[in-house]
């Protein structure tokens, strides 16, 4: 069974930085791009960034694109976001999604994380 | 970025109800388009893809259509299990978007 599990939400002041983790089973994990998605109440659900399966390529979206970096570990089945000069705005369940395939165009999201939510606040 | 519209916010309807949500593009992304079902407290689930394939699993009476930048998804005869929130999303750029939403409640 393909499963994602997204850990490392929490509470942080503005200005702060967060680094989340998705851990992937259940399929190769290096044959498929991965991307981060998070949902808030007030914007509804907004792509935050992509990479390929080989890691090679990385996309973002405008809004968080030099505040945020994608990285993964293929020998440890692992996706990461970390998120640096966080603001209130950036308040947000995030998910990891799996594409459905491996180059970093793939922006069909089949699988996602049950989320991890990230609070910032002073 | 592509902008996507979605119509209406909220609909309301009966059990038995045939319910049609549209998603509108702001230019072409041919049938690059998916429909997500999300449940509060869930992550969203993939219903459609490519304007029109059905995922396995997700049952007949969910049905899509459209190309070019006017979609529609439609459930045949809503059933319980389907009062959710209903999104698009355009998967043509390399900056995919999503709907604003479609409530679907009990009326």
């Known amino acids: 069974e393909v499963q994602l599990l997204e850990s490392g939400g929490g509470l942080v002041p503005p200005g702060g930085s967060l680094r989340l983790s998705c851990a992937a089973s259940?399929?190769?994990?290096?044959?498929?791009?991965m991307s981060w998605v998070r949902q808030t109440p007030g914007k509804g659900l907004e792509w935050v960034s992509s990479i390929s399966g080989s890691g090679d390529g990385t996309t973002y979206a405008d809004s968080m694109k030099g505040r945020v970096s994608i990285s993964r570990d293929n020998s440890k089945n692992t996706l990461f976001l970390q998120m640096d000069s966080l603001r209130a705005e950036d308040t947000a369940v995030y998910y990891c999604?799996?594409?459905?395939?491996?180059?970093?165009?793939?922006?069909?999201?089949?699988?996602w994380g049950q989320g991890t939510m990230v609070t910032v606040s002073s | 970025d592509i902008q996507m519209t979605q119509s209406p916010s909220t609909l309301s309807a009966s059990v038995g109800d045939r319910v049609t949500i549209t998603c509108r593009a702001s230019q072409s992304i041919s049938s690059w388009l998916a429909w997500f079902q999300q449940k509060p407290g869930k992550a969203p689930n993939l219903l459609i893809s490519k304007a029109s394939t059905l995922q396995s699993g997700v049952p007949s009476r969910f049905s899509g259509s459209g190309s070019g930048t006017e979609f529609t998804l439609t459930i045949s005869s809503l059933q319980p299990d389907d009062f959710a929130t209903y999104y698009c999303q355009q998967y043509s750029s390399a900056s995919p978007t999503f709907g604003q939403g479609t409530k679907v409640e009990v009326k």
């Open positions: 999604a799996k594409s459905d395939c491996s180059p970093i165009g793939c922006k069909l999201l089949p699988i």
């Open positions: 259940g399929f190769t994990f290096s044959t498929y791009a």
